[in-house]
């Protein structure tokens, strides 16, 4: 965990940057069949394949999950584990440093996935207020982020952590099929 990319706890969740001590949280969680991926949610083979990797060599799983392929323009990320005294799910920022811009690959500056059993217990938007706080300290002025338009929860929490509404319609991280909703975040005004 590195301190400076740690927020602290707002309530009772808190947000920790993977390390191999509290790896064995998330490892808990992908063989409870919880997908870290929102869009891979039950996808038995990829979760399998997730958990099969992070046994067979945790250091280099690490790795990956802290720093994700590389894209153009390189992105900076930062993943957390959401807990509460035990692993909750995950939520990740990523940026390029200095720019709104986003490739149009990647789904928005934020993602979150809480496991099952701890949903609908406020974790996912507490997890974001603090992720907000993250972002304010990285100068970063506003976020894009989407959700599916039938998926209410993640609406809500968007909506209850300010995010302003702009736009409805596929995006190219996903189906053309699959219409989206998309917000704006801003970090400073939490
Ligand atoms: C979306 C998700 C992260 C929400 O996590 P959570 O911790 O349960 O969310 P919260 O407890 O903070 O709840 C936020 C709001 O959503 C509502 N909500 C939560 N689960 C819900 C559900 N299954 N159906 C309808 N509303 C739901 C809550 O009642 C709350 O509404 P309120 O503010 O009006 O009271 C979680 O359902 C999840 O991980 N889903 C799969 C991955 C995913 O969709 N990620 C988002 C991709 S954009």
């Known amino acids: 965990m590195t301190s400076a990319d740690t927020a602290k706890p707002a309530g009772r969740v808190a947000l920790l ?6 790896l064995s949280g998330f490892e808990a969680a992908l063989s ?9 949610a039950g996808d038995e083979a990829y ?16 790795d990956n999950l802290v720093q994700p ?3 153009v323009p390189p992105l900076t990320n930062h993943l957390f584990g959401v807990w509460d005294g035990e692993f909750c799910g995950g939520i990740g920022l990523r940026f390029q440093p200095g720019a709104e811009y986003l490739p149009p690959e990647v789904s928005g500056h934020v993602g979150y996935s809480v496991v099952p059993c701890k949903q609908r217990k406020g974790h996912a938007t507490a997890a974001l207020g ?3 706080e993250v972002a304010a300290r990285h100068g970063l002025a506003r976020l894009l982020i989407f959700c599916n338009e039938d998926n209410h929860a ?3 929490v968007i909506e209850r952590n300010g995010g302003q509404f702009f736009l409805r319609g596929p995006h190219p991280s996903d189906t053309p099929e699959q219409i989206k909703l998309y917000f704006w975040l801003h970090p400073a005004a939490i």
């Open 47 to 62: 979760i399998g394949g997730e958990l099969q990797r992070l046994r067979r060599d945790r250091a280099s799983f690490l």
């Open 130 to 132: 603090l992720l907000l």
């Open 154 to 156: 993640s609406r809500r």
């Open 69 to 71: 392929a590389a894209s």
């Open 17 to 22: 940057a993977p390390d191999l001590e509290n």
């Open 32 to 40: 409870a069949g919880w997908s870290p991926d929102p869009r891979r």
